[in-house]
């Protein structure tokens, strides 16, 4: 058994519970504060998940004593900043997707952590899922021979809740940051980065893209074609084709529990990924193993993908026309 993490929490809404339940069935793991602006609501939390320490602002999180990493799981706006706090207080960093608004934020945060020689991780959960590691797997071993083409979507209705996260551009809200993160990670992490890219979006009556499709072009021997919605309920799967076969992750494809591969000649094949948890408790042992072994990083999802994946982001959005106010203040 390896020495135990203690963990803290900035910021505690609904991912923030789903997050706390699953760090419990981590071994080596336990939540010991809880920070948020609220001290009820703090006080609320930390009596629920059995946290030692709740506090009533962000600052005062670092006086628990023992502290080792931070799990920062506020609006997206607010990231970087929340980030920046715990990096200045040499507290390694597992921050919510997408890492921060656009890419001048993302490179400001890595470059601390260097500087700081503090640990710093995007808590982008799917790449740490079982499907994934087992859909690269097989695109490794030829099993659809050449990757030609990806679909992939997501799409929901939330409700209607214009001042919160979900739909408030002061929040980085939209369709686009929230959840065509997914599709857009899947294709660059299948395909690698694009050579041409194609977007456009709809608004919403808030002001957030509603729905945001987008295309992707690798020179002449790959595409992509992907979407994300606030509009509609999708099937939300990924098929990945080959010009051998192809893979279907089913609903919902960025956690599923399982992958078919149906290769042209031959018999479909399933592989099944059951679990008690909701999945996150793959990224938490993955901070823990890079902890534990002092790692500054983590060698699965290093920075330098975060990095390509928020300029992807950045560049996807400037086709589609999406923009948000810190765009306007990017050095």
């Given at each position: 058994?390896?020495?135990?993490?203690?963990?803290?929490?900035?910021g505690?809404?609904k991912i923030?519970?789903?997050?706390?339940?699953?760090?419990a069935?981590?071994k080596d793991a336990?939540l010991?504060?809880?920070?948020?602006t609220?001290k009820?609501?703090?006080?609320s939390?930390?009596?629920?998940?059995k946290?030692?320490f709740?506090?009533?602002?962000?600052e005062?999180?670092?006086?628990?004593?023992?502290?080792?990493?931070?799990y920062i799981?506020?609006?997206?706006?607010?990231?970087?900043k929340?980030?920046?706090?715990?990096l200045?207080?040499?507290?390694?960093?597992?921050c919510?997707?997408?890492?921060a608004?656009?890419?001048?934020?993302?490179?400001?945060?890595?470059?601390?952590?260097?500087?700081?020689?503090?640990?710093?991780?995007e808590?982008?959960?799917?790449?740490?899922?079982p499907?994934?590691?087992k859909v690269?797997e097989?695109?490794?071993?030829?099993?659809?021979g050449?990757?030609k083409?990806?679909?992939?979507?997501?799409?929901?209705?939330?409700p209607?809740?214009p001042?919160?996260?979900v739909?408030n551009?002061?929040?980085?809200g939209?369709?686009f940051?929230d959840i065509?993160?997914?599709?857009a990670?899947?294709?660059l992490l299948?395909l690698?980065?694009?050579?041409?890219?194609?977007?456009t979006?709809?608004?919403?009556?808030?002001g957030v893209?509603?729905?945001?499709?987008?295309?992707?072009?690798?020179?002449d021997?790959?595409?992509?074609?992907?979407n994300?919605t606030?509009?509609?309920?999708t099937?939300?799967e990924?098929?990945i084709?080959?010009d051998?076969?192809?893979?279907?992750m089913?609903?919902?494809?960025h956690d599923?529990?399982?992958i078919?591969?149906?290769?042209?000649e031959?018999?479909?094949v399933?592989?099944?990924f059951?679990?008690?948890?909701?999945?996150?408790?793959?990224?938490?042992?993955?901070v823990?193993?890079?902890?534990?072994?002092?790692l500054?990083?983590?060698t699965?999802?290093p920075l330098k993908?975060?990095?390509?994946?928020?300029?992807?982001?950045?560049?996807t959005?400037?086709?589609a026309?999406?923009?948000?106010?810190?765009d306007?203040?990017?050095?």
């Amino acid at each position: 058994m390896g020495k135990t993490i203690n963990w803290g929490i900035i910021g505690i809404g609904k991912i923030a519970e789903k997050f706390a339940e699953d760090l419990a069935t981590v071994k080596d793991a336990k939540l010991l504060a809880v920070a948020s602006t609220s001290k009820e609501r703090a006080e609320s939390f930390a009596q629920k998940h059995k946290a030692k320490f709740a506090f009533d602002s962000y600052e005062q999180i670092f006086s628990a004593p023992g502290l080792d990493v931070v799990y920062i799981a506020t609006p997206h706006s607010k990231h970087f900043k929340c980030t920046q706090l715990c990096l200045e207080n040499k507290t390694a960093v597992l921050c919510e997707k997408p890492f921060a608004m656009n890419e001048d934020e993302v490179q400001k945060m890595i470059d601390l952590a260097k500087a700081q020689n503090t640990f710093l991780m995007e808590a982008l959960w799917t790449r740490f899922m079982p499907n994934i590691k087992k859909v690269l797997e097989l695109i490794e071993e030829g099993a659809i021979g050449q990757v030609k083409t990806l679909h992939a979507d997501f799409g929901f209705i939330p409700p209607y809740f214009p001042e919160r996260r979900v739909l408030n551009p002061y929040f980085g809200g939209g369709a686009f940051l929230d959840i065509g993160i997914y599709p857009a990670f899947l294709s660059l992490l299948i395909l690698g980065y694009p050579s041409s890219i194609s977007a456009t979006h709809t608004k919403g009556p808030t002001g957030v893209d509603e729905t945001t499709t987008f295309f992707y072009k690798y020179d002449d021997r790959a595409t992509a074609s992907l979407n994300c919605t606030f509009a509609a309920h999708t099937q939300t799967e990924a098929r990945i084709y080959g010009d051998k076969g192809h893979i279907l992750m089913p609903t919902r494809f960025h956690d599923s529990q399982e992958i078919t591969l149906v290769p042209d000649e031959g018999e479909p094949v399933t592989y099944q990924f059951p679990r008690k948890t909701r999945g996150y408790n793959y990224e938490i042992e993955e901070v823990n193993r890079c902890l534990q072994s002092g790692l500054k990083e983590s060698t699965l999802w290093p920075l330098k993908d975060s990095l390509r994946l928020i300029h992807l982001l950045d560049k996807t959005r400037e086709r589609a026309g999406i923009r948000y106010e810190v765009d306007k203040t990017k050095n």
